[in-house]
């Protein structure tokens, strides 16, 4: 067979194809997708390209639109109908292309437009900055099939199974003995709409099929978009993001509080009511349940509202009849997938496991593995034949939003080594690259997010965020949520981010010492003796809205002392298990990392030693992973494979455990040197405690 | 690798194996199964040998027990407990060994007992009288667990999946960067039990797997037998069939009317409903899974009634203590499997398939190929997480009933042309062998069953079953059911077998023409003009239980000349269409077919000609094969394999029809030579149009 030298652009992907092949099936065999969704009808015009005409020196090839064969009927029907979009763009008919009608027949360079791209791709702020690739589990066929007739009466699943095989070029069934489209399997609740559908649709349907095996809905007609949910179900917070699974555009973002909230403020006392109460697992399973069906109809209807007016991709027919259609709205139905996360008790409560192992020692989840479910066994209200899948979890104290975590951030596919932590009344740690991945969590208790800290609050307007203090006037100077100047507006408490910066400040000032101790002996007025103790005050009565005065007191610097030792020292056990001194980069995820100052924490030794630009706030990490796994299939099985080799450890097994912990309370960590905030550690910093470590 | 040799008995199956491998692996890699159900760990005991000591000429191998490893002291500890059973049997350590424990070492020849051999085998009466290999679709495996513990603290499936690898002896997963027990899942509904059944079960459990990919159950300790129901929904009857999966051993059979008859008689009628009531589906569906519920009850009380006081296979850990545990009663959620058939009307009523579409041209059904739902999907109440199987359709009046049919007497594994027919009020007709297999259906109507005819009635007490009538006197002589003499007791009416007596005998002495029609000019009280028409006195009122006399009429006969003309028709084009003259063999299948004279069934032209001691009536084939698909997995997926092959004719699309439909009503059908009963064919036979074709 005679072969033939084809360029694609602009991926730059080359090789030799064989004569006659269809310019979209070369395309492919070189890796690269091309749209359709009309089973090469030329109908659907998505895989329209450009033939280009001219000697391409660097790839030594002479490429002319006569090296494919010529413009069909059907094209030329096509492109007539397109003539606005064909004069638009510049381009005319025998330079543009349907590249599923158009044959090899000579050496080319093909251009495949934006638009024709198949394996969309979304961009992912981050870190990283990396570009996904859309590549969802549910694609979408167009099949028109044959009425069946007293010669032909095959079933209807074999009828549509035959057209599949077409629409979604099947080559090779896993048993050569059978025919291809056999491995094709369909859904129950789907196969009892399928020959009502058939008929009413008149044999032209669109059929959409998971992990390119099972069919899970048949619609009538010519449709083109399908839709999925990615959830991040936290202790306190539900987020759901909906999306186009073709584009990977995001419709909609909702949240709610999760329900299960007066059922426990942490996940420890939600475990411990499912224990206490008989039906405690299936209370908190049902309020999940009906939050997420609650925030998936608010996602429809917000994705309407701002999709109503703007236009479907209109089919032949209707181009040729001139009247495209406004966009349907989405229904809930649309939805085909929902992919989920959350700590490994907000995994089993969804799931409707009993949780009741991830509290008791030895602490075992009932499943690490990544878990498909239909829609339907939940009580999911889309798509009863759509796919729930959940992350895999890691340990039981490191849940499906870790894994969530590592999706969105990749540290797998690194060569340096990278630390990500997920701050939250419990931290999650992952530490290393592409060879070794470890992982532990650890207690951080509520002081971090602002709560059980006296006037702790969350980041809401008249929370004061940051906090200076003048090292030779012991002043503070603090900003509030919602004012754009320091100084002004009225406090009513303190966010995590200014308590952060507070107990940093009140170190730097020296107004507490390296063990965390309020010094008795300087001379302000803010530093006085309050009800329980020592205090500083950071804005007096008339300053806030609460008429009080607002202090940091020697109990509030104790807490942050427990949590940030709890978190250091988790970090510390992973760096001296890998054998690193410190990681190349931080990664702080969840909401608490972005609203920190990194210099201040490094300074208390919230985190370890780092290059300071090199540290990054990421956001909620686990929505963008389960946003990416719903988008990217293949993503679903790296995952579950990475998980599986991930290292745990937990701390209180460690032998050094609770000595380092112990010299993990001081400011900095004593035991650790901190190069890059040396020059913010104060010289009073003299205590022989203290001194005792930095010489070491 | 050092290699010996290997003979086992009574397979006679010989082969090389490596030195060092168990007995029981070598035995598999020569492909003979020997049971275990203890992961290998020289306590259930199943799979005992006998090594054999000699010389064996024919093989030319000394065998010796110094050939195979020592007996270990699990090994001795095994027997001692069992010495009574190696007293019984004459057996001697040494000589007798678990073949999971003793590893090759030279060249053996071994004898694996009845009880030991895996892959046991069930007899089917029929036509072949073939033996049925249990393969079921769910195997059970022990798996003893490590527990948990805090260094190794590895998720609940994780634990038992990889627990799974060794006991099933897995070898090899699909994609080899995975470890080989990740191609096993576990349903939904099992996960949700599995944490609180391993502890509960101290890690020590077994586990049902389907299709040696899914766990479908874990329960606590050792668990020899899991259980299936076979089952044949019949327009009329409901049968079902409790049988021990691992043995083969039926159980139970129970059946009950089809609820559904109260809708409808017959198939046309009850799709009827479903298209005029809006809940008829619904409804219809309804009735039978509630039938199919109450038959599944019914059956496990049965079978617990006589297994009760039987015992059950001891543990090791029993026979230890001497302590032999009573059979525990079965549980309907023990059963984990049932395979149904039932025609293509039934399936889809069974399955909540809309059947509008099987009663409408083109006679279309919404699926061929056998379809797997979940119990729970259907409401069967047995283990939820259990597996329906149902066997695929042909076309829309040749169902899953027909496919079983097939299963049950294997025409495509026959070199002969085999005709199989299942006569109801619709008949299906099968004909062909390996190479190809031809189906056809064709209405009868009741009358073959004794329905429509005016003394008709279903073979009860009372019924007359047989009817010779004299060629010199015309005088009758019957037999009722239920008498052992001929001419004794009350007669109630004429069942289907004696309605085809009477009619093959009313022609043979001449008193019915080949046309059907009476004569007139006969001297006999017993041939009279009735109320509508002529008739044929078969018992005088005095005779019979109901007072009135009972004739075979006009009417009566010109029904069974219709519907044996529609059968025979359908019969003659299948043959026509495989260029045969007569099929090689006749197999009858349905109640119908056990109870008829063959020789007047060919008689009256019902089945085509025939060597007689070719025919056959098997029963209820359709049942049988359900049976066999329950007990053999593998025969799932040749069924599946061979209707995708078969051959589908609609009758009335065939130009000949009518015409051959047209003689087909004469007797014996006389465009046919019938050589096999040409010397019943009465010489009086000479009417011009029978004449006609009998010179042909």
């Not at 002319?64 to 494919?68: T, W």
């Not at 099947?170 to 056999?182: F, I, N, Q």
């Given at each position: 067979m005679k072969k033939h030298n084809i360029i694609l652009q602009p991926s730059g992907s080359r090789g030799q194809v064989e004569e006659g092949m269809s310019v979209r099936s070369a395309a492919r065999e070189l890796g690269v997708e091309i749209e359709s969704i009309?089973?090469?009808?030329?109908?659907?015009?998505?895989c329209m390209v450009l033939i280009e005409e001219g000697r391409f020196e660097k790839y030594n090839i002479d490429s002319?639109?006569?090296?494919?064969s010529p413009v069909t009927n059907e094209e030329s029907a096509y492109f007539a109908r397109r003539s606005k979009l064909l004069k638009d763009k510049g381009w005319e008919v025998g330079q543009v292309r349907l590249s599923c009608q158009c044959k090899i027949r000579g050496d080319v360079l093909i251009n495949v437009p934006e638009e024709s791209r198949g394996n969309k791709q979304i961009v992912r702020k981050s870190a990283t900055n990396r570009e996904i690739e859309v590549k969802p589990a549910i694609r979408k066929y167009l099949v028109s099939m044959t009425p069946p007739n007293l010669e032909r009466p095959i079933a209807d699943w074999e009828r549509l199974a035959k057209g599949l095989e077409t629409s979604m070029g099947?080559?090779?069934?896993?048993?050569?003995?059978?025919?291809?489209?056999?491995?094709l399997t369909v859904d129950y609740q789907c196969l009892r709409g399928l020959s009502s559908t058939l008929r009413a649709a008149k044999w032209n349907v669109t059929v959409s099929v998971w992990q390119d095996k099972e069919v899970i809905e048949v619609q009538a007609g010519y449709v083109e978009d399908s839709y999925g949910a990615a959830v991040d179900i936290g202790s306190t917070t539900v987020a759901l993001y909906l999306c186009?699974?073709?584009?990977?555009?995001?419709l909609a973002a909702e949240s709610e509080m999760n329900p299960q909230i007066v059922y426990g403020e942490d996940v420890m006392s939600r475990i411990q009511y499912t224990i206490e109460h008989k039906d405690g697992l299936e209370k908190l399973h049902k309020a999940i349940i009906s939050t997420l069906n609650k925030l998936l109809k608010q996602a429809v209807k917000s994705a309407n509202m701002s999709l109503r007016g703007t236009k479907q991709s209109p089919t032949g027919a209707e181009i040729a009849s001139g009247k495209e259609r406004p966009r349907n709205d989405i229904k809930i139905?649309?939805?085909?997938e929902m992919v989920l996360v959350g700590n490994s008790t907000m995994h089993h409560i969804l799931l409707n496991l009993n949780p009741k192992d991830l509290g008791?020692?030895?602490?075992?989840?009932?499943?690490?593995r990544s878990v498909d479910v239909k829609a339907r066994e939940l009580g999911l209200?889309?798509?009863?034949?759509g796919n729930i899948h959940v992350l895999p979890t890691i340990a039981s104290f490191v849940g499906a939003d870790t894994s969530a975590m590592i999706v969105a951030?990749?540290?797998?596919?690194?060569?340096e080594n990278w630390l990500l932590i997920d701050v939250g009344t419990n931290a999650e740690l992952i530490l290393g690259n592409r060879k070794r991945l470890l992982c532990t969590s650890t207690p951080t208790g509520p002081a971090l997010e602002g709560?059980?800290?006296?006037?702790g609050m969350r980041a809401?307007?008249?929370?004061?965020e940051r906090v200076n203090i003048d090292e030779k006037t012991l002043e503070p100077r603090y900003k509030i949520v919602?004012?754009?100047?320091?100084?002004t507006g009225k406090a009513k408490g303190i966010c995590g981010s200014a308590i952060i910066d507070s107990v940093a400040e009140l170190f730097r000032a020296g107004?507490?010492?390296?063990?965390?101790?309020?010094?008795?002996?300087?001379?302000?007025?803010?530093i006085r003796q309050g009800e329980s103790g020592w205090e500083y005050i950071i804005a007096w009565a008339d300053e806030t809205s609460i008429g009080r005065d607002i202090p940091m007191t020697q109990q509030d610097v104790r807490q942050i002392q427990l949590a940030k030792a709890a978190l250091f020292t988790a970090a510390r056990t992973l760096l001296k298990r890998s054998g690193l001194?410190?990681?190349d980069k931080i990664i702080l995820a969840g909401g608490f990392g972005s609203y920190i100052d990194k210099e201040k924490a490094m300074l208390i030794g919230?985190?370890?030693?780092?290059?300071?630009?090199?540290v990054y706030a990421v956001g909620n990490a686990a929505g963008d992973g389960a946003r990416i796994a719903l988008l990217n299939v293949e993503k679903r099985n790296e995952i579950d494979s990475v998980t599986r080799k991930v290292e745990r450890f937990e701390?209180?097994?460690?032998?050094e455990f609770q000595n380092q912990f112990m010299l993990a309370t001081s400011f900095p960590h004593?035991?650790?040197?901190f190069p890059h905030i040396a020059h913010l550690i104060?010289?009073?910093?003299?205590?022989p405690l203290a001194k005792n470590f930095m010489t070491k």
């Open positions: 009309c089973a090469e009808n030329a109908t659907c015009g998505k002319k639109r006569e090296n494919v099947l080559v090779r069934g896993s048993d050569e003995k059978l025919p291809r489209w056999y491995d186009n699974l073709r584009t990977g555009e995001m139905e649309d939805i085909l008791l020692a030895p602490f075992v989840p009932a499943i690490h209200h889309i798509n009863p034949s951030e990749e540290p797998h596919m690194q060569d709560a059980h800290v006296e006037y809401a307007p008249g929370a004061i919602g004012e754009t100047e320091w100084n107004i507490v010492d390296s063990r965390g101790k309020f010094k008795k002996d300087l001379n302000s007025a803010r001194e410190s990681p919230l985190i370890p030693d780092c290059e300071l630009d090199k701390l209180p097994t460690d032998p004593m035991s650790e040197p104060p010289n009073r910093v003299a205590d």
